[in-house]
């Protein structure tokens, strides 16, 4: 028996960002119920790979159909546990909803090829890997589950979800619901715990076929080789640092009213806010003059109150980085609420070294940039001056070059004349270090298979005596 103190160390404690207080304690999953949980799942995935396609096309849509029976439900728990406002969370529970009926979709259409071949008919069969490991972040608690977690199981696999330590309440709600629609027991399960513990477990695990994480560039890489010891599958979406590119020839006053959301969007804590925003040098002064009010009149506080705008950063930790990031010196500044809560209020830094550590690296937080530059290289050179390549955001009428911009940029993901970058029917992904693999759109459902390929001689067997 445990004493208090080692008990207490098995638990997680879940705060409200915006308050801090505890919501919850949730047991912490341990390597033996990694163990236990790999068991379930492999058997319960030899069944449900042989299942009628249609049948599991049925139960993923009557998941889709429960989930947003309680959507209301699940986007007030995504407000106490991740502070997200409430217009963004109903919007995470729509998309998880969405990515299983798209899955769905798949999975009757999830078919090989016919290879002509001399000799005989070659076709090649997609079939299921197994065991999947889905390690999800605190930033995007629901919808980046479901980016893994639909596909997976819509190509025959089981799926073992870890979410965050900070954020899993809403995985745990949903893997309710998985049951209640009639998914199989075992099929879907969710193991909160420490990524050290409970992460490590799940990554090392002979039984675990493949990993998709999505967090930090450095665990990325801890993972990516823990996986490569054992040849195992891993996706990765890593971190970024996306560009806003602004020409002169652009609306301005557009792409200057669009900036702030841009990067302020569940309080910067995306890995596609665009935090380096990089305006031609004859619309810069303009562009300062628009963007400035917009800025300063963010609505930052209760997330729960339907006119926020932007919500409190995740926990005291992230705060203290994303502070120790921003220099003193000019800029423009929001409002943020004092007191409770881990607020930290809309900031667009000015007259900032393109090479520090604010214009360059991660902040992971409300904080961007604004960078001058001279011409369409100058422009190109600074986009690409950062380890990351995830997405980015181009404003020009000249359909020539948001053409050569876009394949100039070293970037998974563009928009021109917006800063959108995710949707489930095309694919998502990074360049360079801020990711390997793709996830959503068409392809998703393959990304979860082996491929076999399978010749068939039509040779005579007959005998050729007389």
């Not at 990765?236 to 640092?241: H, N, T, Y």
């Not at 557009?254 to 995306?270: E, H, R, V």
Request: glycine residues 10%; hydrophobic residues 45%.
């Amino acid at each position: 028996m445990p004493d208090a103190q080692n008990l207490e160390a098995l638990n997680l404690e879940v705060l409200n960002p915006a308050t801090e207080e505890v919501i919850a304690t949730v047991p912490a999953a341990t390597p033996q119920d990694v163990d236990a949980a790999v068991v379930r799942a492999s058997a319960a995935q030899a069944k449900w790979a042989t299942a009628a396609p249609a049948d599991r096309a049925r139960l993923l849509r009557r998941f889709a159909v429960a989930v947003d029976d309680h959507l209301e439900e699940l986007a007030q728990l995504e407000v106490r546990e991740a502070g997200h406002v409430i217009g963004n969370a109903r919007w995470e529970a729509g998309n998880v909803r969405d990515l299983l009926d798209f899955a769905a979709g798949g999975v009757e259409r999830l078919s090989g090829r016919q290879i002509p071949v001399p000799g005989g008919l070659n076709v090649t069969i997609l079939e299921p890997l197994g065991v999947v490991g889905v390690i999800a972040p605190w930033n995007f608690p629901m919808p980046i589950a479901a980016w893994g977690t639909a596909p997976a199981l819509a190509a025959g696999n089981a799926v073992i979800l870890k979410p965050a330590e900070t954020t899993p309440l809403t995985a745990l709600r949903l893997a309710e619901l998985a049951l209640e629609a009639g998914l199989p027991e075992g099929l879907f399960q969710v193991l909160p715990g420490a990524g050290a513990v409970a992460g490590n477990a799940l990554v090392e695990h002979p039984g675990v076929a493949k990993i998709v994480f999505t967090g930090s560039t450095g665990v990325g890489k801890q993972i990516m080789a823990k996986c490569a010891a054992r040849v195992k599958r891993v996706t990765l979406e890593l971190g970024g640092k996306s560009p806003n590119i602004v020409f002169a020839d652009a609306d301005v006053e557009a792409a200057a009213l669009a900036t702030p959301m841009s990067y302020l969007d569940n309080s910067g804590q995306d890995c596609c806010a665009r935090t380096r925003i990089l305006v031609q040098r004859s619309v810069y002064d303009r562009f300062l003059e628009i963007v400035r009010p917009a800025v300063e009149s963010v609505v930052v506080g209760d997330p729960s109150d339907e006119k926020t705008q932007m919500g409190p950063l995740i926990s005291k930790s992230q705060l203290e980085r994303v502070r120790s990031y921003v220099p003193s010196g000019t800029g423009i500044h929001g409002a943020a609420p004092e007191g409770p809560g881990f607020w930290f209020p809309p900031t667009l830094l000015t007259d900032v070294d393109p090479a520090s550590p604010v214009a360059t690296e991660e902040v992971f937080g409300p904080v961007a940039v604004v960078l001058p530059f001279d011409d369409e290289a100058d422009a190109i050179r600074l986009a690409n001056a950062t380890e990351y390549g995830l997405s980015g955001s181009i404003w020009t009428r000249d359909v020539g070059r948001a053409l050569r911009v876009s394949g100039a940029v070293q970037a998974g993901n563009l928009s021109v004349n917006s800063h959108s970058s995710v949707r489930y029917w095309t694919p998502f992904g990074g360049y360079k270090q801020s990711g390997l693999g793709r996830e959503l759109g068409p392809d998703a459902l393959a990304a979860f298979t082996e491929t076999k390929n399978v010749f068939i001689s039509t040779a005579s067997t007959e005998s050729t005596e007389a």
